[in-house]
């Protein structure tokens, strides 16, 4: 066996685990920094979720073991995430609507658990690359709502305060409403920590574990909580709500539409981090790998007790910057989290909660900023997918801004994939080339052939538009000039759906009506097949071909100087059917 390279039985020789150390310094010293990121942050997660400190620790545990263990980027960093444990919130929130008599802590491991299913099923069934049909935009707004809806959730706390309301507006009145009431010391210790935080420089050295340890030391000086500062507490990794009876009698089935948000918005989060994070590192990663590895941590996070666990930008781009260059540096800072947690257990239970309130404001901030939208409207392009993501998951609440950014990225993909886009093509003087006729007006045509191209993958969404628009250029042109020959372009088209069938048997019928005949060329071998398949007479497999247009249109030539040597059974049967146009 090896480990990042060496043998794991030569590192029992002390030399070689000297030249192990020194090989991986930069490893150690990024896995340390990473840790004193992860630690406030789990704990501070755990308390947008509703649940104990513990939750968020236990979800870093499973995050940070099993990712490191079986996915496939060396350098992404999987915890619990600031998205994550708001959709979790939400999700909780929703269903104890309706489980009045269910712990808040049995529902939330039930719904981590069932999310780790979600991706584990979507390996099984071949969706490594799902997350691509939720549009950037529409990320990038959501991601920019819940930074702006966690940041608004935080004031309480930040200020000291008891915030009743209900939802993000309910919220935010209930606590200007009692703004007489804040806390003079709360107040000054959370926003002098968030100041610190905001104008931290020091990449290598986490700002919020300086922030957090000197918290927590001033706490051993000062009576904090006389002052109306709420500390975080004691608390134990031991979840007694969640045990095998508790999850046996869970409601599995009511949780499966919640779950399903929470598993995509993990998903969608972990997919651009990973990427994000392989393409800095020059890695090459491999998504049902990493579906797998989430799914694994997510239902190990559930099991015990923990939130929901995805990679996150934030901790990932600290471990890069830090200096990360192999697993080695999420090992260590695993084997640092072991070591806090044997001896540091009270001293974590003494953070301050404005403390936590400032580094989960700090944490999210990268989201608010406007740099990852700003290109949108330079481009003049889906700035109202942009607005409408961010101001759906803001008014109308987490689960449902989330449910309606999903369906505007499928109505997006539906809109632009049912817009036709077919293009008359002619030959390019001096080469074998045939291009559009609108971009190339110098074109030369080919007399009795008609060259269309379909310009886009034929879908049931667009298969009856697209060839109602190739029957109408044909009509247009038979007005113009005779036709006898039909070549159409496939190439776009990798595979044909039943309804695709059905419009191409159409349109050849439509075309063997006009008197002229019919060939589809540059054909994928999925699409070929399905039409030979279909066996209708109308389209002989000799007429499905896989050759190129300018060959296509060699042999349309061919069949047609063959047919003017018959000039008398030809022009009557293309006469006819220009009577039926």
């Not at 900023?369 to 409207?377: A, H, T």
């Given at each position: 066996?090896?480990?990042?390279?060496h043998?794991?039985?030569?590192l029992?020789?002390?030399?070689?685990?000297?030249?192990?150390?020194?090989?991986?310094?930069?490893?150690?010293?990024?896995?340390?920094?990473l840790?004193?990121?992860l630690?406030p942050?789990?704990?501070?997660?755990?308390?947008?979720?509703?649940?104990?400190?513990?939750?968020?620790?236990i979800?870093?545990?499973?995050g940070?073991?099993?990712?490191?263990?079986v996915?496939?980027c060396?350098?992404?960093?999987?915890?619990?995430?600031?998205?994550?444990?708001?959709?979790?919130?939400?999700?909780?929130?929703?269903?104890?609507?309706?489980h009045?008599q269910?712990h808040?802590?049995?529902?939330?491991?039930?719904?981590?658990?069932?999310?780790?299913?979600w991706?584990?099923?979507?390996?099984?069934?071949?969706?490594?690359?799902?997350?691509?049909?939720?549009?950037?935009?529409?990320?990038?707004?959501?991601?920019?709502g819940?930074?702006?809806?966690?940041?608004?959730?935080?004031?309480?706390?930040?200020?000291?305060l008891?915030?009743?309301g209900?939802?993000?507006w309910g919220r935010?009145?209930?606590t200007?409403?009692h703004?007489?009431?804040?806390?003079?010391?709360?107040?000054?210790?959370?926003?002098?920590?968030?100041?610190?935080?905001?104008?931290?420089?020091?990449?290598?050295?986490?700002?919020s574990?300086?922030?957090?340890?000197?918290a927590?030391?001033l706490?051993?000086?000062?009576?904090?909580?006389?002052?109306?500062?709420e500390?975080?507490?004691?608390?134990s990794?031991?979840?007694?709500?969640?045990?095998?009876?508790t999850?046996?009698?869970?409601?599995?089935?009511?949780?499966?539409?919640m779950?399903?948000?929470?598993c995509?918005?993990v998903?969608?989060?972990s997919?651009?981090?990973?990427?994000?994070?392989?393409?800095r590192?020059?890695q090459?990663?491999?998504?049902?790998?990493?579906?797998?590895?989430?799914?694994?941590?997510?239902m190990?996070?559930?099991?015990?007790?923990g939130?929901?666990?995805?990679?996150?930008?934030?901790?990932?781009?600290?471990?890069?910057d830090?200096?990360?260059?192999?697993?080695?540096?999420?090992?260590f800072?695993?084997?640092?989290?072991?070591?806090?947690?044997?001896?540091?257990?009270?001293?974590?239970?003494?953070?301050?909660?404005?403390?936590?309130?400032?580094v989960v404001?700090k944490?999210?901030?990268?989201?608010?900023?406007?740099?990852?939208?700003?290109?949108?409207?330079?481009?003049k392009?889906?700035?109202?997918?942009v607005?409408?993501?961010?101001c759906?998951?803001?008014?109308?609440?987490?689960?449902?801004?989330?449910?309606?950014?999903?369906v505007?990225?499928?109505?997006?993909?539906?809109?632009?994939?049912s817009?036709?886009?077919?293009s008359?093509?002619?030959?390019?003087?001096g080469?074998?080339?045939?291009?559009?006729?609108?971009?190339?007006?110098?074109?030369?045509?080919?007399?009795?052939?008609?060259?269309?191209?379909?310009d886009?993958?034929?879908?049931?969404a667009?298969?009856?538009?697209?060839?109602?628009k190739?029957?109408?250029?044909?009509t247009?042109?038979?007005?113009?000039?005779?036709?006898?020959?039909i070549?159409?372009?496939m190439e776009?088209?990798a595979?044909?759906?039943?309804?695709?069938?059905?419009?191409?048997?159409?349109?050849?019928?439509?075309?063997?009506?006009?008197?002229c005949?019919?060939?589809?060329?540059?054909?994928?071998?999925?699409?070929?097949?399905?039409?030979?398949?279909?066996?209708?007479?109308?389209?002989?497999?000799?007429?499905l071909?896989?050759?190129s247009?300018?060959?296509?249109?060699?042999e349309a030539?061919?069949?047609?100087?063959?047919?003017?040597?018959?000039?008398?059974?030809f022009?009557?049967?293309?006469?006819?059917?220009?009577?039926?146009?």
């Open positions: 066996m090896t480990l990042m390279g043998r794991a039985t030569n029992l020789n002390p030399s070689e685990w000297v030249k192990f150390c020194r090989s991986h310094a930069c490893d150690f010293s990024a896995g340390l920094s840790i004193g990121l630690i942050e789990a704990v501070a997660y755990a308390g947008i979720a509703g649940l104990p400190p513990s939750a968020g620790l979800a870093l545990i499973c940070l073991l099993i990712y490191t263990a996915g496939s060396r350098t992404a960093v999987v915890s619990a995430t600031s998205s994550s444990a708001m959709v979790l919130a939400a999700t909780v929130s929703s269903l104890l609507a309706t009045q269910a808040p802590e049995t529902l939330a491991a039930v719904l981590v658990m069932m999310t780790g299913f991706f584990i099923l979507a390996r099984l069934l071949g969706f490594g690359r799902a997350s691509s049909f939720i549009a950037k935009p529409v990320l990038r707004g959501v991601t920019m819940l930074a702006f809806t966690i940041t608004l959730m935080q004031l309480p706390k930040l200020f000291g008891h915030a009743t209900s939802g993000l935010l009145l209930d200007i409403s703004i007489h009431e804040v806390s003079p010391s709360a107040a000054a210790l959370g926003l002098g920590s968030l100041a610190v935080l905001l104008l931290w420089r020091w990449q290598r050295l986490p700002g574990l300086i922030v957090v340890a000197a927590v030391l706490s051993y000086f000062v009576p904090l909580e006389t002052l109306g500062i500390l975080v507490g004691p608390f990794l031991e979840r007694t709500a969640i045990s095998f009876q999850l046996a009698g869970a409601d599995w089935i009511g949780t499966i539409q779950s399903a948000a929470l995509l918005m998903y969608a989060e997919y651009s981090s990973i990427h994000a994070a392989a393409e590192s020059g090459q990663t491999v998504p049902n790998r990493d579906i797998v590895a989430i799914g694994l941590s997510n190990a996070s559930g099991f015990f007790g939130l929901a666990v995805g990679a996150g930008f934030s901790a990932t781009s600290l471990n890069i830090s200096g990360a260059r192999s697993r080695v540096s999420n090992f800072a695993l084997a640092v989290l072991f070591l806090a947690l044997a001896f540091l257990m009270p001293q974590i239970s003494r953070i301050p909660e404005p403390v936590l309130a400032a404001i944490a999210v901030s990268g989201g608010l900023s406007p740099e990852p939208i700003r290109p949108y409207f330079e481009w392009r889906d700035r109202l997918l607005i409408a993501s961010f759906s998951v803001t008014i109308l609440g987490v689960l449902n801004g989330l449910l309606i950014s999903v505007l990225s499928v109505a997006l993909i539906l809109i632009r994939v817009q036709p886009h077919v008359v093509m002619q030959k390019l003087p080469s074998h080339s045939f291009v559009n006729t609108k971009l190339f007006p110098d074109t030369v045509p080919i007399p009795g052939v008609l060259v269309l191209r379909m886009q993958p034929l879908v049931f667009n298969a009856e538009e697209s060839f109602k190739a029957r109408v250029l044909l247009e042109q038979l007005r113009r000039q005779p036709v006898k020959e070549v159409v372009s776009e088209a595979d044909l759906d039943g309804t695709c069938v059905e419009e191409v048997l159409k349109f050849a019928q439509f075309v063997k009506k006009a008197g005949t019919l060939t589809l060329c540059r054909m994928h071998r999925r699409a070929r097949e399905v039409l030979v398949g279909a066996a209708n007479p109308i389209l002989s497999p000799d007429r071909s896989y050759l247009v300018d060959r296509a249109v060699k030539q061919e069949r047609i100087l063959f047919e003017s040597r018959a000039p008398e059974s022009s009557g049967k293309n006469s006819e059917g220009q009577k039926l146009l």
